[in-house]
């Protein structure tokens, strides 16, 4: 299976300021298409997950502007310009290059400074 | 509005049985891949299994052979038949419907703890 590895494992932030996040996969995920098959979640405290990014860099309907993604391969990171007090939760990259054996990374937890 | 509600969480012995469902609404239910992802209290997410609106069906490879899920499209209903239960099953269970690939649409979750 793919072994994905998240960085920093907590975050604290100063709302206003950026926040960046690391997650690195033990293969490759890009596909034949030129996909590079890499999705990330937010878990606001008490919530269920919430699509944020899909394919590296596309925002899920309604996630704000100040929410981007950048990678390939296996190195990718989210990246919010400017937090705000709503952006705290865990963070979590996924892979879905290897159908049938999906996996997550271990999270990163942002929080206000 | 699309809406997912799981059901059937419990308390259950180690070796017991439990059956968990997915009422889905807002969408073509049958038009979609299903699926149900874990989370192990204080813990991060694991994928479980999933199912395509095909048919076509996967799992984790620590829940192989002791879990089985199903759709009944007429019924908007996902289930997750899990048998043989393991104190390390216990957790909150989600369905998603998956879309091109993402998880688009998560359900509240249904809590489900294994101890004797």
């Known amino acids: 299976d793919i072994v994905m590895t998240q960085s920093p494992l907590s975050l604290p932030v100063t709302p206003g300021e950026p926040a960046s996040i690391s997650c690195r996969s033990s293969?490759?995920?890009?596909?034949?298409?030129?996909?590079?098959?890499l999705d990330w979640y937010l878990q606001k405290p008490g919530q269920s997950p919430q699509l944020l990014i899909y394919l590296v860099s596309n925002r899920a309907s309604g996630v704000p502007d100040r929410f981007s993604g950048s990678g390939s391969g296996t190195d990718f990171t989210l990246k919010i310009s400017r937090v705000e007090a709503e952006d705290v939760g865990v963070y979590y990259c996924?892979?879905?290059?290897?159908?049938?054996?999906?996996?997550f990374g271990g999270g990163t937890k942002v929080e206000i400074k | 509005e699309v809406q997912l509600v799981e059901s059937g969480g419990g308390l259950v012995k180690p070796g017991g049985s439990l059956r968990l469902s997915c009422a889905a609404s807002g969408f073509t239910f049958s038009s979609y891949t299903m699926n149900w992802i874990r989370q192990a209290p204080g813990k991060g997410l694991e994928w479980v299994s999933s199912?395509?609106?095909?048919?076509?069906?996967y799992y984790a490879d620590s829940v192989k052979g002791r879990f089985t899920i199903s759709r009944d499209n007429p019924k908007n209903s996902l289930y997750l038949q899990m048998n043989s239960l393991r104190a390390e099953d216990t957790a909150v269970y989600y369905c998603a419907r998956e879309v091109l690939l993402q998880r688009d649409y998560w359900g509240q979750g249904t809590l489900v703890t294994v101890s004797s």
């Open positions: 996924m892979q879905t290059r290897q159908t049938g054996a999906l996996t």
């Open positions: 199912i395509s609106s095909s048919g076509d069906i």
């Open positions: 293969q490759s995920l890009l596909n034949s298409n030129g996909d590079n098959h």
